[in-house]
């Protein structure tokens, strides 16, 4: 038998191609994909934007305050102050000192960055600056999708402050008992406070005499050096000790001393 015969060669390229109607068909089911992805992928887009933007504001408020729970305390902390705008958080604003240590090795003063390298535009997820105080003191605010700080539907706020609690608070309560000899707060006893201004120690510390209810500070969020003075016929017994105060909170602290001398309420 002749192969020509028994075999029908076949040319590849022969083949049909497709009908207009079956063109169609793969452009509506393309069409119908596109018009389901597109959208998806702009949701998509948008959450992670949203996701992003509320972990940012985090960060920059925990730059400002710290972690206090972990002993930091932030810009707030070491300068004494908020910052007047959020780049003083990046680049040591004019008018505040570097950091050094003072009274009882308590540090002070600017010791930035303060925010990493992803943060050196401070714009939120849709390419708008972040405000730190427009509405309220200490807030750190997104304008969010709408870039606008006017309406304030979707701005993205930390932390909220409702509207009857005022701005965030930058300082915080220090009531401080005193036992001498475990009596406490006896006559002659005096409390001073030191405290930071721009970064510096400031020279005069809040000050208290003998207050039968104890010693009650209001003073920045931070780490503060604590004197204890007390007085008695002649005998004179001192303690320095550090103290810690949280932003809008109040903390009670208990300092003991022993004296040579007899002490009375």
């Keep these: 038998m002749k192969l020509s015969e028994t075999c029908v060669l076949r040319n590849p390229l ?21 018009g389901t992805m597109v959208p998806m992928g702009f949701m998509l887009m948008g959450q992670k934007r949203d996701q992003v933007t509320r972990q940012e504001t985090r960060a920059i408020f925990k730059a400002v305050f710290g972690n206090p729970d972990r002993g930091t305390f932030g810009y707030a902390g070491d300068v004494g102050a908020l910052p007047g705008s ?8 004019a008018g505040v000192s570097v950091f050094a240590f003072y009274t009882n090795n308590v540090g002070y003063g600017w010791r930035g960055p ?21 509405v309220k003191t200490g807030q750190v605010r997104s304008a969010g999708p709408d870039r606008s700080f006017h309406t ?3 701005n993205i706020i930390y932390p909220f402050v409702s509207a009857d609690s005022g701005a965030v608070e930058l300082n915080g309560t220090l009531q401080i008992t005193i036992y001498v000899n475990n009596v406490p707060n006896p006559a002659g006893t005096t409390v001073e406070v030191f405290f930071a201004t721009n970064g510096t120690e400031n020279a005069t510390p809040l000050s208290d005499s003998t207050n039968s209810d104890g010693f009650k500070f209001n003073t920045h969020h931070g780490i503060h050096p604590v004197s204890v003075t007390n007085t008695t016929d002649a005998t ?6 550090n103290v810690q105060v949280v932003a809008g909170r109040q903390v009670a602290e208990d300092i ?3 004296s040579s001398a007899t002490v009375l309420p």
């Design 14 to 34: 022969s083949k049909k191609g497709f009908s207009l109607i079956e063109i169609i068909v793969v452009v509506a089911i393309v069409g119908i994909i596109t």
């Design 86 to 93: 959020l780049d003083d958080l990046i680049t040591k604003p």
């Design 114 to 134: 303060y925010l990493d390298k992803q943060f050196s535009d401070l714009e939120d997820g849709w390419g708008s600056a972040y405000d730190f105080g427009v």
């Design 152 to 154: 304030t539907s979707d």
């Design 236 to 241: 004179t017994v001192t303690k320095l000790v």
């Design 256 to 258: 003991f001393l022993t």
